[in-house]
């Protein structure tokens, strides 16, 4: 299709108009249903939180945005933390307990965002109390934990949402669209990338003057991982330790494998290598500081992943290469590049006598550049921003309150989130092993 071209051009563009017209209507369907004085109030959707760190707080604050969401209770293993939740919540009740807040029967849903190594045993938890559960990226602190996070949601049957909040980002329908609906061509290739360089983007987050063992509950924190004496860098840099964190593809690739796996309509690659050190940040830091990966995918593409945190050059968060287009992808805004076609014989016929060259041009009908006579299209960009200007993370637990009023399955799924989180899981199995490791569909194993 050629961008000059004012029919197809009208086509390659259209889906915009299109699709912001239908997300208006279904905005106005919606305001038009809450603003329906005869319809009674819904029951409110009453929260509790697990964990309310830098994560927690976010989604403390996302939830209490939303119209018939009550905040009620929170448990940390930090006083400082919870202090700062009554301090932004007064009406907030808060514990260091977590099971204390399962077992109210005025909490019908909680949010999950603690450490990595706390997620299945705290989801767990929660579905035996009867409750609904929000819970953090990435899923699972290893691959072996993915069959009983399924079974456990199948069996849990609440609301479950993970908490990869691009899936819910204002682009992220209509990218889909875009690419299922052909408009990149055959895509073949993905780049995803998420860097930062700063003490704070290499996770050496502070710790608080009034952290010691009074304040902190250190067995609380460790919980299922393996024990060990008081460690406050441990306890507030956890992202660090392999313990409780899987480092860079648990904790950024995987908002790049959630997009990828999203808009290009697949779950599960076959293969992955990844390459890793701890290159610049090497404080007493377990797990790399710059990562790159290649995952590849049986419906035929590649995604190539890279993370550093020495150099915080801006850049896409994803782009997708197609034989018609290119998408640069970051969630809420994106750009669309028509890729131009330049076909031309002057490098392959340069050795070619200039009678032979003449009669080539004249069989092929190409003009004096040597290309076809309807001339090469012209690279444009368009770029789209979301229809709205809602933060993704209130977008994405939104969806999860509606999946919890009206029985149905949010977005982000346990499947879902889980072969999200796989990708990095075998990123770090390659790492070690140093070689390609493959996932086996049927066997649902990493083979290293
Ligand atoms: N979706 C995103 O963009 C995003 C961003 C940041 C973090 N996260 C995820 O959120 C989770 C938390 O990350 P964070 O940055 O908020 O870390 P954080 O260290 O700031 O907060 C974690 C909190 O969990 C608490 N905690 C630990 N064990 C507990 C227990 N047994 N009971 C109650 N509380 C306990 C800690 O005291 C701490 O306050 C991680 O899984 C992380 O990957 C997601």
Redesign the pocket.
């Known amino acids: 299709m050629r961008v000059n071209d004012p029919v197809s051009r009208r086509r390659f563009l259209g889906s915009s108009p299109l699709l912001a017209a239908a997300a208006a209507t279904a905005a106005r369907t919606a305001k038009a249903q809450i603003n329906d004085a005869s319809a009674p109030p819904p029951k409110p959707v009453r929260l509790g939180f697990?964990?309310?760190?830098?994560?927690?707080h976010l989604l403390m604050e996302a939830a209490a945005g939303l119209s018939g969401v009550e905040l009620v209770a929170a448990?940390?293993?930090?006083r400082g933390?919870l202090d700062r939740a009554r301090e932004l919540f007064p009406g907030v009740a808060v514990t260091g307990a977590?099971g204390e807040v399962l077992s109210r029967a005025d909490v019908d849903a909680v949010v999950i965002?603690?450490?990595?190594h706390?997620?299945l045993k705290m989801l767990k938890d929660a579905l035996g109390a009867g409750k609904h559960v929000y819970v953090?990226?990435?899923l699972s602190h290893s691959w072996e934990e993915g069959e009983e996070f399924i079974a456990a949601a199948e069996r849990g049957g609440k609301a479950i949402q993970v908490?990869?909040?691009y899936m819910s980002a204002g682009c992220a329908q209509q990218a889909a669209a875009l690419i299922k609906g052909g408009r990149l061509g055959q895509v073949t290739l993905v780049e995803g990338r998420m860097h930062r360089n700063s003490a704070t983007g290499a996770w050496y987050?502070p710790i608080p003057p009034d952290a010691s063992p009074e304040t902190v509950d250190w067995k609380?924190?460790l919980?299922p991982a393996p024990k060990r004496p008081f460690d406050l860098a441990r306890?507030?840099q956890?992202r660090l330790f392999w313990d409780y964190s899987g480092g860079l593809p648990t904790?950024l690739f995987v908002?790049m494998v959630t997009a990828t796996h999203q808009l290009m309509g697949v779950q599960e690659p076959d293969s992955v290598v990844a390459f890793g050190d701890v290159y610049h940040w090497k404080n007493y830091r377990e797990v790399p500081d710059q990562m790159t990966a290649l995952a590849r995918y049986p419906e035929g593409f590649v995604l190539k992943l890279t993370s550093t945190a020495a150099n915080a050059h801006p850049g896409p968060l994803l782009t997708f290469y197609g034989t018609e287009g290119t998408l640069e992808y970051d969630g809420n805004a994106m750009k669309l590049f028509h890729e131009p076609r330049s076909e031309s014989f002057v490098y392959s016929t340069r050795s070619w006598p200039s009678a032979t060259v003449a009669r080539f041009r004249e069989l092929m009908d190409l003009d004096e550049t040597l290309s076809p006579v309807d001339g090469p299209t012209v690279a444009e960009a368009i770029e789209y921003r979301s229809p709205h200007d809602e933060d993704a993370?209130r977008a994405h637990v939104r969806n999860w309150i509606q999946a919890i009023r009206s029985g149905g399955r949010p977005i982000e799924d346990v499947p879902f989130g889980f072969h999200a989180a796989l990708v990095g899981h075998m990123c770090n199995v390659s790492y070690r092993a140093g070689k390609t490791v493959r996932w086996d569909r049927n066997a649902r194993r990493v083979e290293a």
């Open positions: 697990i964990g309310v760190g830098i994560r927690g448990a940390d293993c930090y933390h977590y965002a603690t450490p990595d706390w997620h953090e990226k990435p908490g990869s909040q987050y609380g924190f919980g306890f507030f956890w904790d908002h993370t």
